[in-house]
């Protein structure tokens, strides 16, 4: 199976990014390579950096970009939040981050990503460290509980958090199926009417093997950083709490004088450092009938001003 990805919100991240022929842009989470194809098309003398820190995207990367290898592209196996390490002195008129599972992630049962397949519970995307397995075996019912809620926004953490526990002193929990099955038993039959009563939690599995919000703190003001002036930066999330971390980094980033209204003159000199490029963007009805997967995608784009 190819390493594909059905791209979200591709037009306006685009639109946003306003590709320049001779620039840098960076892919931070290049994937299947549809966001960076797009971009590649439009550069003549500039350069694309791709970075991915699934082994299996950056095989895929490395055969679809063979052709521009290395004038034009630079693929680089490893997690965004290095991208001041990769960019080195060089800066970027653009960085694009879409922090979405790729389509393959979710649709190969054997990585263990979709409540919809029977497989060992992996979910991880750079195949390395804990395991969704590891997570739900050995993790206290208290921090389960915590991250089903937090990272999941789901309502029934604490009888899931509890079920899981009940159930692995009988025998570990192995594969997706047996997951769903104990969230099933952990939520009334109205609350399965919703979705998949499982997503929820799924998500907020995988965030925490793979340390995705930590990873996203640290990263977004490096991106910004990596900007030239009148650079842009363009951030697509897909829920609640990524968005808020993104939201809030932009904030900061757009915040001038922060000296108490009755100071009479500013001695703080502080000045802002970004802009906000446009109102947070969300799919079309037509791009949510072609792809159910981007109804809670919303892109975010900041411009550098020093």
Same mark, same amino acid.
């Given at each position: &199976? #190819?390493?594909?990805?059905?791209?979200?919100?591709?037009? %306006?991240?685009?639109?946003?990014?306003?590709?320049?022929? +001779?620039?840098?842009?960076?892919?931070?989470?290049?994937?299947?390579?549809?966001?960076?194809?797009?971009?590649?098309?439009?550069?003549?003398? #500039?350069?694309?950096?791709?970075?991915? =820190?699934?082994?299996?995207?950056?095989?895929?990367?490395n055969e679809k970009f063979s052709a521009y290898i290395p004038e034009k592209v630079e693929i680089f196996h490893d997690t965004y939040d290095n991208i001041g390490a990769i960019l080195g002195e060089r800066k970027a008129k653009g960085?694009?981050? +879409?922090?979405?599972?790729?389509?393959? %992630?979710?649709?190969?049962?054997?990585?263990?990503?979709?409540?919809?397949?029977?497989?060992?519970? +992996? /979910?991880? &995307?750079?195949?390395?460290?804990?395991?969704?397995?590891?997570?739900?075996?050995?993790?206290?019912?208290?921090?389960?509980?915590?991250?089903?809620?937090?990272?999941?926004?789901?309502?029934?953490?604490?009888?899931?958090?509890?079920?899981?526990?009940? =159930?692995?002193?009988?025998?570990? !929990?192995?594969?997706?199926? @047996?997951?769903?099955?104990?969230?099933?038993?952990? /939520?009334?039959?109205?609350?399965?009417? +919703?979705?998949?009563?499982?997503?929820?939690?799924?998500?907020?599995?995988? !965030?925490?093997?793979?340390?995705?919000?930590?990873?996203?703190?640290?990263?977004?003001?490096?991106?910004?950083?990596?900007?030239?002036?009148?650079?842009?930066? =363009?951030?697509?999330?897909?829920? =609640?709490?990524?968005?808020?971390?993104?939201?809030?980094?932009?904030?900061?980033?757009?915040?001038?004088?922060?000296?108490?209204?009755?100071?009479?003159?500013?001695?703080?000199?502080?000045?802002?450092?970004?802009?906000?490029?446009?109102?947070?963007?969300?799919?079309? @009805?037509?791009?949510?009938?072609?792809?159910?997967?981007?109804?809670?995608?919303k892109l975010r784009s900041i411009v550098r001003l020093k």
């Open positions: &199976m #190819g390493f594909y990805h059905i791209p979200v919100l591709l037009p %306006q991240a685009m639109e946003a990014l306003s590709v320049q022929c +001779d620039g840098v842009y960076v892919d931070c989470t290049a994937g299947g390579g549809s966001h960076s194809a797009a971009i590649l098309e439009k550069l003549t003398t #500039g350069k694309l950096i791709c970075i991915d =820190s699934d082994p299996y995207a950056i095989a895929h990367l960085v694009l981050a +879409d922090l979405g599972v790729s389509s393959v %992630q979710l649709d190969t049962a054997e990585r263990g990503f979709s409540f919809h397949n029977d497989a060992p519970l +992996d /979910m991880r &995307m750079g195949q390395e460290g804990k395991t969704a397995a590891d997570v739900v075996n050995a993790y206290s019912e208290a921090d389960l509980s915590g991250i089903i809620f937090n990272y999941g926004d789901e309502k029934f953490a604490r009888s899931i958090a509890k079920n899981i526990v009940k =159930s692995r002193t009988e025998k570990p !929990i192995e594969t997706t199926f @047996e997951l769903v099955d104990i969230i099933k038993k952990s /939520m009334p039959a109205k609350a399965m009417r +919703d979705g998949h009563p499982a997503r929820r939690t799924f998500q907020a599995i995988r !965030i925490e093997v793979n340390d995705e919000i930590r990873i996203l703190e640290n990263s977004v003001e490096a991106m910004f950083e990596g900007l030239e002036i009148g650079g842009t930066l =363009s951030i697509i999330t897909f829920h =609640s709490l990524e968005d808020r971390v993104v939201k809030n980094i932009f904030r900061e980033l757009c915040t001038g004088c922060t000296c108490p209204k009755e100071f009479p003159v500013c001695v703080c000199n502080k000045t802002p450092r970004g802009k906000i490029k446009h109102k947070p963007i969300t799919a079309s @009805e037509e791009e949510l009938k072609q792809n159910p997967r981007a109804r809670s995608a």
